[in-house]
Nanobody, 114 residues
Framework: QVQLVESGGGLVQAGGSLRLSCAAS????????MGWYRQAPGKERDLIAA???????NYADSVKGRFTISRDNAKNTVYLQMNSLKPEDTGVYYC????????WGQGTQVTVSS
C-alpha cells in the first residue's frame, strides 16, 4: 500500500519560511520522480516543484528563487523549503510520487498572512 504523508504546513506571516516534508512508503522511493503541487482557493492544482530520480529539478516561475525541493533517498522523504513566503502562496500543498503511476498525498495547508 502506497502512502505519502505530508507535514510541516501551517500559518506564517509574509516573508517567513516553512519546510514541508513528505514521507513515502510502499514504493521504491529512489526510482520515483517526486513533486509538489499547490492548490490555491478556487484555483486548479498546479505543479510548483519537481525532482527526478536522478535529482534533476524544475520549478514553476512563481516560486523560482524562493522554494527549494530536495530528496533524501535514505529516509524516503522529499522536502520543500519555502522562503520569502507571500500571501499568494496560500493553498493546500500536495506531494506526488511518479513512476509508472502517480500517487498523491492527502495535502497540507499553508496559509500566509499579509
Amino acid at each position: 500500500q502506497v502512502q505519502l504523508v505530508e507535514s510541516g504546513g501551517g500559518l506564517v506571516q509574509a516573508g517567513g519560511s516553512l519546510r514541508l516534508s513528505c514521507a513515502a512508503s510502499g514504493i521504491i522511493f529512489s526510482g520515483n520522480a517526486m513533486g509538489w503541487y499547490r492548490q490555491a482557493p478556487g484555483k486548479e492544482r498546479d505543479l510548483i516543484a519537481a525532482i527526478t530520480s536522478s535529482s534533476n529539478i524544475n520549478y514553476a516561475d512563481s516560486v523560482k528563487g524562493r522554494f527549494t525541493i530536495s530528496r533524501d533517498n535514505a529516509k524516503n522523504t522529499v522536502y520543500l523549503q519555502m522562503n520569502s513566503l507571500k500571501p499568494e502562496d496560500t493553498g493546500v500543498y500536495y506531494c506526488t510520487a511518479r513512476n509508472r503511476y502517480t500517487y498523491w498525498g492527502q495535502g497540507t495547508q499553508v496559509t500566509v498572512s499579509s
